[in-house]
């Protein structure tokens, strides 16, 4: 358009110039033009060319601007479109950077493979755990990272899943062995999780290195074998002391106890002071082995305890006749509120345990002269407190943190109160098995106060707290109209003449004694007694053995076997079972045997 207007300016100059000549020089100059030109119509064709060149120009632009706006109005929408594409894929591209710096600082190694196996993703986690790089990896079959026991494993597991599609350990933490780069097998716990991606199967496996917990628990399993082995220890050390101290305590207390009431050759009031002497440091000793003994089982969880309504006034009747003899020595009374029917939930022979345990303690630290008092108050929560308070010397408070610890007598170890330092400590242990509380307030010099706390039986069932108040001791055996036959199987000397020395009271008993199971059973032969009393620890065969061969035998199975022994471990009764009758310990309570066997004759 512009070359046009060029041209017409051009050829209108051309001929302006041309007319302009020809008048200067006063001639006519002919151009060879169809018609005459004259320098107006010059003007007016230029005018006109110009005219149609600004037009044509104009159209033109026009018409470029309208094709111009029209693709604008096209491309605009798909220029947002293509700005909104990548700033999704820009969000893409920072959330992908996100997820995997997320799962690189992850402290478990997470791996994805595919369903052929091949490792498509490693984090940073899962470099520190196998020792290899990403790149050694990705693209590798997942063979690589486990050891060949395992291999096949897995791919029948993929397998199995890529048929069936039963998720057998998907979403399920498992232990399994991993494969380092080094060669180390490394155990994880592994959990797995399966997508679908454009058709085909991922598996991700989030991998927890449990090298560290497998220590520990494998640490853990042999402290625990060593506690046991040195429990085992501890045990068959405390049996065998128990059956060593037992032994020789069974006959200073069995000939002590005969000695003091031998009325044929009576002793003077000085030998009988001297004996009585004899009997209470023995009779010391006997508490202190048990108390031990009993520390030892409470401490290992052998304490067997059972609970049921126990009458709290059968357990009193019970412990206050053992305590009138002590208390007397010190002029001590003691005064008891009415109980009335009361039961608690206890195991009575525990309960009784820790009232004699307490009312003793009232005794030996009160004052000449002092008083007890046994007083009984509900408590909320269904529960029943027992106080029991002295006059005595009280415990100074800077030592009353000290009062539940083992062998701890607060200072009084120098004085001439007698004391082993246990009994406080298995009395709250106690207390605590029976579902109760113990607790106490004092002041030096101001005596004590000691309470116990019980829950109330819930059931009004007198009968099995009137069976467990049927304890009262037998203080003779009863008047035995026939005669009768004992075997006694003992190997002992000292134990057999103790025995002997006892029955020889009696005219209407005979004891038959034999110094072996051997011999027991060849005297059986030919004597059939009315009670058998049988030793355990023998030697050659056992007392146990022994006494499964009688049972076994037609005519003798009849008869009753007691036990006595200084077994007195809760295994060794365990072991015995429901062998004899009557399972009793040594040293031997004299009023206990003459009860066991007048029940049995």
Known sequence: MIRLLQSALAVGFILIASHAQAEHNGSHVNLTLPVPV?????????????????????????????????LDQHARPLQQELSRQDE???????????????????????????????IDSFNQAAVRMFGYQPEEVIGHHISMLMPEKHRAGHYHGIQRFLSTESPTLIGKAVEIEGLHKSGNIIPIELTL????????????????????QKAEHQALLLAKEDAEKANQAKSEFLSA???????????????????LHDKVRPLSADQQDSLQQILHSGEHLLKLINDVLELSKIETGAMEVTLEPVSLSAVLDECLPLLLNQAADKQISIQTTDIGSILLDADFTKLKQVLLNLMSNAIKYNRIGGEIRLEHELQPHHRLRLNIRDTGI????????????????????????EGTGVGLLVTKRLIE????????????????????????????????????????????????????????IEDNPANLKLMQAYFNRFDNLTLHCCKSAEAGLDLLEVLQPDLILMDIHLPGMDGLEATRIIQDMPLLKSIPVVAITAAAMKHHRQQAGDLFVAYLTKPVDFEELAREIARHL
């Open 241 to 259: 002391m128990s059956h060593e101290l037992r032994t020789p305590l069974n006959a200073i207390l069995g000939f002590a106890q005969l000695l």
């Open 394 to 417: 009280g415990i100074a408070e800077s030592k009353q943190d000290q009062l539940f610890r083992a062998f701890e007598r607060l200072g009084q170890e120098q004085s001439n109160i």
């Open 38 to 70: 004259t320098l107006q119509s010059t003007i007016i064709v230029l005018s006109l060319l110009i005219i149609i060149g600004i037009v044509s120009y104009l159209s033109v632009k026009a018409a470029r601007l309208w094709l111009q706006h029209r």
């Open 88 to 118: 999704h894929l820009q969000r893409a591209r920072r959330e992908n950077l996100r997820q995997r710096a997320l799962l690189d600082h992850t402290v478990e190694g997470v791996i994805t493979i595919n369903q052929d196996s091949i």
């Open 433 to 488: 098995a029976m579902q109760g509380s113990i607790g106490f307030t004092s002041s030096a010099g101001g005596g004590s106060c000691f309470w116990i706390e019980l829950p109330l039986s819930v059931t009004a069932n007198l009968s099995k707290a009137s069976h467990n108040a049927d304890h009262k001791a037998t203080r003779q055996l009863l008047d035995i109209s026939s005669p009768k036959q004992l075997l006694y």
């Open 193 to 212: 999780s399966a997508f679908k991606w454009e058709g085909q199967y991922y598996f991700t496996g989030v991998a927890r290195d449990i090298s560290e």
